[in-house]
């Protein structure tokens, strides 16, 4: 189990003190925090959140406003490179940083915001006078000045607004009133005169308004007269235009020349808002606080100190409440880290629980090297992923390290295959010298094309899918034998032996049978027979000469049989013992002799894509190369057009398909036999921070 031992640490301190306390904490880092159900409210923490949360909320607007992406795109770092490296803040108090924040961020928010303020208002004029133009083009056909429109002695006339899709059922509830309809040029919008008498001038007004269409008029200001008001409107739209492309112009200069500022000052902002808001109500009385929460056991002692001014302790958690919220933190090598995103899209181990993530790392490489097997396509992919590592930000910076690792893992393989970018290592320029015979890695040369594909024939296909095959029955017994261990610490130990080792052992008697049918040369019906004393694949390399198939045949039926005949009698005890899961001895049985063989088939089968991911690819490259050389080779525009392309292509598709194939080898072979997951994980004080180093200060 390669997660942290965790302790209960709590500081006891007047509640007036509480915001030093937050702040000590947020310089401690690893604490999380046991929420409480206490309702008393400390003020000072509270006047502190508040402003926080204005600053916070003040910054995150024009952030927001002007489409500050919060981190750096794989695009951008791709093309353009960029990086923003953090920047150093003193800090000492919480209070204090609340008011360096406040007074740092008008400077760089007030101009952005008041451009977005002018570029929203400018945007609301053009929609408004863009629909005043529309309907004032209907409306100057009509030669009249509006000022006359409305309620007069015997009639009422006015212009409506309305929305295209009300047309029809405006024109019922308007039966026996007289009006006519003007399209405008928005096809959402059309434009409605209605002229009727005074009688009629209220059931109108109501129908039209019940549409949210009000009596059309010309701003104050504008002459009343249509085609005099057009022409107005004409002129005000296009000084809007203009306007508001000479903003659009100054807001993406600002965005530019901020960027790191304002990421830096939200990111600093949102880190007081959240620890804040996490520790606003602690435990405690009304005049002394209690703060309570989970720390990593080995940080005992520098909790201690960072907390010594206040009475604090630590202790073994004890209260069974504690324990059900007791959270999970990782605590793996740097290497095995990298493979935590795997464990966590799964989900956290839970308590007793074995952190799959050191078998990740050890297993993951092998899958992704074996399917892309390639030294220059796995150097290729290893650069992009350490670019994203050094310069990417949060979880693309650890997905970067894992796309480095699976690179690399395809260029050890692609030694092993004896590949580059299709190409045999052995025949590539001064590699040939230095692999032949007198050569200064002859010593090592084994290694090139142990594994080999460069041919594509019968026998290297064989090799390829026996080892395939031999990696995912290592994959599989090790899942079946930590779901052993697991039963084993939960103490159901007629489970265990009834069901869980007979399945491993009937496993085991179905892939050795398996291997003597290919020792058999696939003479199914006959490999018991005495005949039959070629040796076993795998088998006999563990266990000596004496284990040829006819005998180990029948060693593993004897032991297939014994192994199903356990799990039939543990299946029927179960079902006498808990009717209420539905089962029968008849279901049992059939689950046991059909279900049981033929999963244990269809897994071990699975992990045969490892050699036909690899065999495609050597297919596509090979394709690919011909292709460069029938269109004319190095001396062709066309054939190098072709070969750059063909790998970008090979590289883009295939590596995402086998990314894909190797989590789902984890995913749905190894996990669901023993894993669970379903655990919180230990949430830390304040967030990561991409922007900023804090450097505390002591008074």
Known sequence: MVVADLKLGSIILPRSESPSAISRLTEFEWFHKIDTENDLVTPEIDDLLLEAQKTYQSIDDVIKGLGVPPTVGILEILFKGTIIKKKDYEIGEIEDMVNDLQKRAPSIIDEPAKLLEEQADTKRGIEEYRSLKETLEVAKKLNIDLSGFGLMKYFYTNLFVINSEDFEEISRALEGITF?????????????????????????????????????????????????????????????????????????????????????????????????????????????????????????DKFRDITKQWTSLTEEITDPKHKEQIPTLFDNKKFVRTFEVITESQGIPGKGEADPTPMIALMWPIFYGLMFADLGHGLLLMGMGLLFKFKGQGNLSRWGMLIAISGAAAAIAGVGAGEAFGYHLDHMGPLEGLLEEGGALHSVSWIVGILSVAELTFEQVINILKVSLFIGIIHLVWAMVLRIKRLAKEGHKIVMYLEAIPNITLYGGI?????????????????????????????????????????????????????????????????????????????????????????????????????????????????????????????????????IGGNLGIMMIEGLIVYIQSLRLHLYEFFTKWYDGGSQPFRQIRPELIYNQFIWKRK
């Not at 530019?256 to 606003?280: F, G, M, P, Q």
């Not at 703060?291 to 990593?296: A, D, K």
């Not at 180990?552 to 299946?571: D, E, N």
């Open 180 to 300: 006519y309809k003007y399209d405008l040029e928005s096809k959402d919008k059309a434009a409605i005169l209605v002229i009727c008498g005074i009688d009629d001038s209220e059931k109108a007004l109501k129908v039209l308004r019940g549409f949210n269409a009000n009596p059309f008029s010309i701003p104050d200001g504008m002459s009343q007269i249509p085609s005099e008001a057009y022409t107005n409107a004409e002129a005000k739209l296009k000084e809007l235009t203009a306007k508001q492309a000479q903003i659009a112009k100054q807001i993406a200069g600002i965005k530019k020349k901020i960027r790191r500022d304002i990421l830096v000052l939200h990111e600093e902002a949102l880190v007081a808002k959240d620890v804040l808001e996490t520790l606003r109500k602690p435990g405690g009385t009304k005049h002394f606080a209690v703060i309570q929460g989970f720390i990593p056991s080995k940080m005992e």
């Open 511 to 643: 892939v050795v049978i398996m291997m003597c049918a290919i020792g058999s040369q696939y003479d199914v019906m006959n490999m018991y027979s005495k005949v039959h004393t070629e040796a076993v694949p795998w088998v006999t390399i563990f266990l000596g000469e004496w284990a040829q198939v006819w005998i180990v045949t029948r060693i593993a039926v004897v032991i297939v049989i014994a192994s199903m005949a356990m799990m039939m009698v543990g299946g029927i005890m179960h079902a006498k013992r808990h009717p209420e899961d539905g089962g029968s001895a008849a279901n049992v049985v059939m689950e046991v002799f059909l279900g049981k063989t033929v999963e244990s088939l269809a897994h071990t089968i699975s992990y045969a894509r490892l050699g036909i991911m690899l065999l495609v690819h050597a297919a596509l490259l090979l394709t690919v190369n011909n292709a460069f050389s029938s269109l004319g080779g190095s001396e062709s525009v066309g054939a190098w057009a072709m070969i």
